[in-house]
Each structure stands twice: as structure tokens, then as C-alpha cells.
């Protein structure tokens, strides 16, 4: 891990409220290039909200988010957009558009925001849809897709912009179980070709094996956090151990 290197992503004491509920209550993490960390924790301990404040989809009430080393401008369309394509975003429920094509679910993004032309949006979109098995699925609406289909067209949305970490939130999560396997293979996948990522799940499989550091949430906080082989090792007694047994 290159040390001398500012994070991708730096998180400075994040702090988000709704109504009158702290959600998140001082949150600071660092990812580097090619680290994979991976957010457990019961429902409702902020995790999404977190992911979302890191992409500016929600803004935190305090507390900073710097990209590269540079400060994240939350008034600044300019600082938005490049965070936003430099770090892509994986729902629980895909986000995709349901008037597109899984084809153009990625072109119109890549015309759009990177102003690429139409001949090499639609070459980039097919080559990121042939890595994630779906090269025959161009020309099909989300609504003639399975979950995890729609999933792998997300992932390969994302994967199109070219961004230098991912952040999934609960990616398997809406999935029937008989699906969940081609995700995880696209995830996996991924890390094994370095990508940098932030990830919120329940899935043991991804926790256990990909995770460089698991980071437990409880009430929006980080109140754990270390290695698999050390959260998970028989015995510890750690939270995050307790957590995965209960997954089983
Ligand atoms: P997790 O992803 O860990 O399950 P969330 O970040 O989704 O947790 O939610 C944390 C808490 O924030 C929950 O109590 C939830 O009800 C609350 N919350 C999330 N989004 C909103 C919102 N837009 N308005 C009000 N409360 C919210
Ligand atoms: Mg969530």
C-alpha cells in the first residue's frame, strides 16, 4: 500500500442529523488505493446515509469529505461532478432508468457527464457489459431483466465512468438468493483487478474474504474496526464476530 500517497478517500468526522436523530455522530475513515473496506452493523446504524453523505447524494451537517486530498466543495457543481465521477455509487435497489436499454443506461451517462461521443459510448458500454457477462443483454429494457442482471448493468454504469473507487451499498441485498452468486463473482472480480471500494453488506462471503478492514457501526458510529482475520478469528468475541454468526 503506497503510504505516501493521499487516500482516494478521506472522511474528516462526519456529522448528519434528520429531524432531530443524529444518524451519524463524528464518522472518520480513509480508503487507498486499492483497499477494500467493508461497513457492517445492525439496520438503522447509518450506513447507507454515510454512503451517501460520501457521494454527496445527502449532505453531512459537519464534517469533510476530500477526494485525492482535495477538499470536497459541497456548493461547487464543479467539485460535484468530479467526485461524482471519480466515485461510483451501487444501490441496494440499482437505480437504473426504466426507459432505457441496459446499453444506454450506460451511454446516456457516459454523453452526458464525460461528453464522450456516441460511436465510443456505445463501444466503451459494451465492452463493460461483455466483463460482467451480459454482452447479449444490450438491447433489453431493465423490466426484461432479473435482479441480478440489473445489478451486473449497474455495476457496469458505474464501472463505464472509469472511477477510482466504487461505493456499493447492500448490493446483493434485494436479490432472491438463487442470484445473489453473480454478483458477488462481479465483486470479486473486481477486487481481484484492484479496484478500490466501500461497501456495505451482509454477505459472510465478501466480509470475510475481500474486506482489508471491517468497520462495525452501531448508532452512527465506527465502534470497531480491524482486519477479518483478526474481527473473525474463533474467539475474539468482537462485535463484528457476533454479527456474522448471527448471519449464518
Ligand atoms: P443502515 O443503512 O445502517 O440500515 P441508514 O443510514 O439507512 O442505516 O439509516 C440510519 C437511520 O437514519 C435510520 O434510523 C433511518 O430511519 C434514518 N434515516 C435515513 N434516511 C433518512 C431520511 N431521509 N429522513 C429521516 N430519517 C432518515
Ligand atoms: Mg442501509
Known amino acids: 500500500m503506497t503510504t505516501d500517497m493521499p487516500p482516494i478517500l478521506q472522511i474528516d468526522n462526519l456529522y448528519k442529523s434528520f429531524d432531530n436523530a443524529t444518524i451519524l455522530k463524528g464518522v472518520s475513515l480513509r480508503l487507498h488505493q486499492g483497499e477494500i473496506k467493508v461497513l457492517i452493523g445492525p439496520s438503522g446504524s447509518g450506513k447507507s446515509t454515510l454512503l451517501q453523505c460520501i457521494n454527496c447524494l445527502t449532505y453531512p451537517d459537519e464534517g ?8 470536497v466543495d459541497r456548493t461547487s457543481k464543479i467539485s460535484l461532478c468530479r467526485l461524482r465521477q471519480e466515485v461510483g455509487m451501487i444501490f441496494q435497489d440499482f437505480n437504473l432508468f426504466d426507459h432505457l436499454t441496459a446499453l444506454n443506461n450506460i451511454t446516456i451517462p457516459l454523453r452526458k457527464v464525460k461528453k ?25 429494457y431493465p423490466a426484461q431483466l432479473s435482479g441480478g442482471q440489473k445489478q451486473r448493468v449497474a455495476m457496469a454504469r458505474a464501472l463505464a465512468m472509469d472511477p477510482k473507487a466504487l461505493l456499493l ?44 478492514e471491517i468497520l462495525f457501526m452501531e448508532q452512527g458510529s465506527i465502534v470497531e474496526q480491524g482486519h477479518p482475520s483478526v474481527l473473525l478469528a474463533p474467539g475474539s468475541n468482537s462485535k463484528s464476530q457476533g454479527f456474522c454468526d448471527r448471519l449464518n
Open 116 to 140: 464522450i461521443g456516441r460511436r465510443e459510448a456505445e463501444k466503451r458500454a459494451r465492452l463493460e457489459l461483455e466483463q460482467v457477462g451480459l454482452a447479449d443483454k444490450t438491447e433489453l
Open 64 to 71: 469533510e469529505i476530500l477526494l485525492d486530498g482535495r477538499v
Open 169 to 212: 451499498d447492500e448490493p446483493t441485498s434485494a436479490l432472491d438468493p438463487e442470484l445473489i452468486g453473480e454478483v458477488i463473482a462481479v465483486i470479486k472480480n473486481l477486487a481481484a483487478r484492484g479496484m478500490t471500494m466501500l461497501m456495505a453488506t451482509h454477505q459472510i462471503s465478501l466480509i470475510a474474504t475481500l474486506a482489508n
